[in-house]
């Protein structure tokens, strides 16, 4: 298993490095492709939930090690945590809300 955040560490608006220069000294950035040699991931799809006093990011993003979830929770004092995993687990997170949904 692959650890997006391996790719995501600069952010996807952060600047070249010192050593990224083109024949001309020109910066030369990185494509913010997810399949290629772009260092950071692309966002494919995203939806926002609006939940009492917090938001939540549901973000589908892609990278050169391929695709993965970014979930972020954003409470009203501005608090963020995000947790992120494979799409190949994606049925075991959905199987295991659809349990929790029985309960409540």
Known sequence: M???MSELSEGEDAQVSSS???DDATPVRPAPSGGGNG???QELHSETIHARQRTFYIDL???GHGKFLKVSE???GGQK???MFDVEDLDPFINALQ???KHV
């Open 74 to 76: 954003k409470s009203r």
């Open 61 to 63: 993003k892609e990278s």
């Open 81 to 83: 945590t995000t947790i």
């Open 2 to 4: 692959f650890d997006p």
């Open 20 to 22: 990224g220069t083109s």
């Open 39 to 41: 260092k950071f991931a």
């Open 99 to 101: 349990e929790m949904k």
